[in-house]
């Protein structure tokens, strides 16, 4: 049974989710975020301040690689941004052009919220995204940037989707993503309010209130 609510609830929305990482630093070049598990789908929320943001990948295989940038959609007008891919001597191998790149809205279901959808570096197939494809073991950076080096930004790394090899893992992995994730970039990054983004709230404050007054009916029944 409890299985079977997990899938009701949670499935549907993984079909489309990445790992969330909340980034609250300034990674650089000669400090960057390390990505673990380059494969593995990661979204990073982070937010530009005035310097580039770099994200190193290290891997001792060959191994699948995607990148993509979103830009949150507070109103209707986006902040442009670009992403390079660069090896170990910060040369570009790789550059995804967000100037002159054609933005547009796109609705994350997952965490309930509108963005900015900007350019990909992956693999061409006629879909809404690309996929990955194969590059040589070795280091590389991605580079995340814009004109001024400002702005908020959410970072796709990696396409398998992995969320926990058993229930418990899940429930751990999906609790955060949407109870808070949502909200909290909603309110204290973005800037705006979007009630979509509590409707879990909601529906876990109407399941405590039943299985409160449940209880206490049961026990109140045993005193009489």
């Known amino acids: 049974m409890k299985i079977l609510i997990f899938l009701l609830v949670f499935y549907p929305l993984s079909i489309f989710a990445h790992q969330p990482k909340l980034i609250n630093y300034s990674p650089s070049f000669d400090n960057p975020h390390e990505v673990v598990y380059p494969e593995i789908s990661k979204a990073y929320y982070s937010k530009l301040e005035g310097e580039p943001h770099y994200y190193k990948i290290e891997s001792d295989r060959d191994f699948l690689f995607y990148t993509g940038i ?18 170990e001597n910060n040369e570009v191998i790789y550059n995804a052009d967000g100037e002159d790149f054609d933005w547009n809205a796109w609705y994350e279901p997952y965490a309930r ?112």
């Open 70 to 87: 979103l830009s949150p959609k507070v109103n209707d007008n986006y902040k442009w941004l670009s992403i390079e891919v660069l090896n």
């Open 113 to 224: 919220d509108w963005y900015w959808k900007g350019p990909e570096i992956g693999t061409e197939r006629n879909e809404e995204f690309k996929t990955s494809f194969m590059i040589n073991a070795g280091t590389y950076y991605i580079k995340v940037f814009n004109e001024d080096n400002t702005g908020h930004y959410s970072l796709a790394v990696g396409e398998a989707e992995f969320f926990g090899s058993n229930l418990w893992e899940q429930i751990l992995t999906w609790t955060p993503i949407i109870l808070y994730i949502g909200p909290f970039m909603d309110i204290v990054h973005w800037q705006k309010f979007d009630i979509r983004a509590y409707i879990p709230h909601i529906a876990l404050l109407v399941l405590i209130t039943i299985i409160y007054f449940f209880i206490k009916r049961i026990f109140f029944r045993r005193k009489v």
